[in-house]
């Protein structure tokens, strides 16, 4: 059973709940003529968090960095459409992207202190951000609503972090800033591309868990790289695998960790539980018991998936084909 290829959104409307969509997105790499990505496709709804796994390498970055439309000079956009609520990306100027980014979607990037301008502090770059979008409101105005998205972000003292410097922060701290930094305007959708990574356990389940109750809280869309199980496994409701480029499976995330279709989902999950079992970690992140009420809401029945390379497997759960 295969799914049927949608035709385009048109111009102005959405699915219901969809937020973005994605069709045959395929980007090349013009030094390196390869395509780093190949025909992807996604349908995010408000509120759902959609989870990228892969090794690295695979074009986890690459999707999100398309998606958004800050490609590095040498790769350029070989076909694919992306819908905005409705609205065609590709037919925006630069000037209308610049507006879009950090006031309707947002980038959340990994690297903690090492992300912020060293010789800034954490408040002067939040409040940049606002002024990017709201340049009419006084720098007072800006500077409280830049101290309480610090507090909203869960940062004790944000008076005083405000007016603190990148090295002056811990890792967690610094990425929380980084956080509210892409939270600032209140955007529908923001992009994380592996932006837990190199922090201490512990911090990152405290960073994650209030940063997935905010979005519960705003109903704000998250599309999030990781090669983390447990990550995947406890704040996302959608699973996209993608390997060299190409999205090999797309499922609920409970099916996805119940019953994994593809031949390099099955070797993924496997070796990344074998690390665990090795580095003798506690798998219990990745069974964990999950608040099961709500996860049946983003079960796509209509993804823009080629239906002569996909197979429908159960409700929301496409499997690419693979080769005899």
Do not use: W
Request: proline share 5%; net charge negative.
């Amino acid at each position: 059973m295969v799914t049927e290829t949608p035709d385009a959104t048109p111009a102005g409307s959405t699915a219901s709940g969809e937020i973005l969509r994605v069709s045959d997105l395929t980007l090349h790499h013009l030094v390196e003529d390869r395509l780093v990505i190949d025909g992807a496709f996604m349908s995010v709804d408000s509120g759902e968090v959609l989870g990228v796994m892969g090794e690295s390498g695979s074009g986890k970055s690459a999707l999100l960095f398309g998606i958004i439309r800050l490609l590095l000079r040498e790769v350029e956009q070989r076909s694919g459409r992306i819908a905005y609520r409705g609205e065609d990306l590709m037919a925006k100027s630069n000037r209308q992207m610049e507006q879009l980014r950090g006031l309707e979607m947002a980038m959340i990037v990994p690297g903690g202190k090492f992300s912020l301008n060293p010789v800034e502090t954490a408040g002067s770059q939040i409040v940049d951000v606002l002024r990017s979008h709201f340049p009419d409101r006084s720098k007072k105005d800006l500077a409280d609503e830049a101290i309480e998205i610090l507090r909203i972000i869960g940062i004790p003292d944000p008076d005083i972090r405000f007016r603190a410097y990148p090295h002056e922060l811990s890792g967690g701290m610094a990425q929380r800033i980084l956080i509210a930094k892409a939270m600032a305007c209140s955007p529908q959708l923001l992009l994380g591309d592996e932006f837990t990574v190199g922090l201490d356990v512990t911090i990152q389940a405290q960073v994650m868990d209030h940063f997935h109750a905010l979005l519960r809280e705003r109903n704000t869309s998250l599309i999030l790289t990781t090669s983390d199980l447990g990550i995947a496994a406890t704040y996302c409701d959608t699973i996209a695998v993608i390997r060299r480029g190409q999205i090999v499976e797309y499922a609920p995330v409970l099916d996805f960790f119940a019953n994994p279709q593809h031949s390099y989902s099955r070797l993924l999950l496997s070796a990344a539980r074998e690390a665990r079992a090795q580095q003798k970690m506690d798998e219990a992140r990745v069974d964990v018991e999950r608040d099961t009420s709500q996860d049946r809401r983003f079960v796509h029945e209509d993804l823009p998936a080629p239906p002569d390379l996909y197979t429908l497997v159960a409700p929301g759960h496409l499997v690419r084909l693979e080769d005899e």
